[in-house]
């Protein structure tokens, strides 16, 4: 279980514990999460690791990239981060429970890490990392569905609402990127 005094490494293990447990549906989920100050850090170091795997990952395993691809990539990533945080940010405080905010974004934060190291992963398996990334995709919407059932402990319509307006955020976000990034270039 998580405990304020432990290294990164133990939180880190915890939140694979506690990622398994929302990925299978155990209410006890939250108890592997630090939901601290210092947790909360923890998560945000998670998701600048996931960050910097989704940029320079491939290029680590020996997969060509283009110039700039690899920081267009982390930029793309902070601002849909960013976007996402900010949403669910606006809704929780709609619904009156900006008290779920810090747990959500713990959680969330060591699933995108855990997401993020499936899916360099699946860049070993070719085309059938495909298979993989549909995977991870099944799994991050059931892993969102369960943070907000065991996590933040919203009602189902709370959990639809709060997917819904990050998809929007998400998307706005995309929209204003594709404004100001150039496109890339083959």
Do not use: H
Not at 27 to 51: E, P
Not at 57 to 71: D, F, H, N, S, Y
């Amino acid at each position: 279980m998580a405990q304020p005094s432990q290294t990164f490494f133990d939180e880190a293990t915890n939140a694979v514990r506690g990622c398994w447990a929302l990925i299978t549906g155990k209410r006890n989920a939250s108890a592997w999460f630090d939901f601290s100050q210092r947790g909360l850090v923890g998560s945000f170091v998670a998701v600048l690791i996931a960050m910097l795997l989704a940029g320079f990952g491939p290029m680590l395993l020996g997969i060509p990239v283009r110039a700039g691809a690899p920081t267009q990539s982390i930029i793309v990533n902070a601002i849909l981060f960013a976007a996402q945080a900010g949403m669910a940010w606006i809704v929780l405080r709609q619904m009156g429970r900006q008290d779920g905010f810090v747990p959500y974004l713990v959680a969330t934060n060591w699933v995108t890490l855990v997401s993020g190291v499936l899916l360099l992963i699946s860049l070993f398996f070719g085309e059938l990392g495909l298979i993989v990334l549909l995977a991870v995709v099944i799994v991050a919407i059931l892993t969102f569905v369960n943070i907000g059932r065991f996590i933040v402990t919203l009602s189902a319509i709370q959990i639809g609402l709060l997917f819904v307006s990050q998809a929007v955020g998400v998307f706005l976000a995309l929209g204003i990127v594709a404004i100001f990034l150039p496109v890339p270039t083959v």
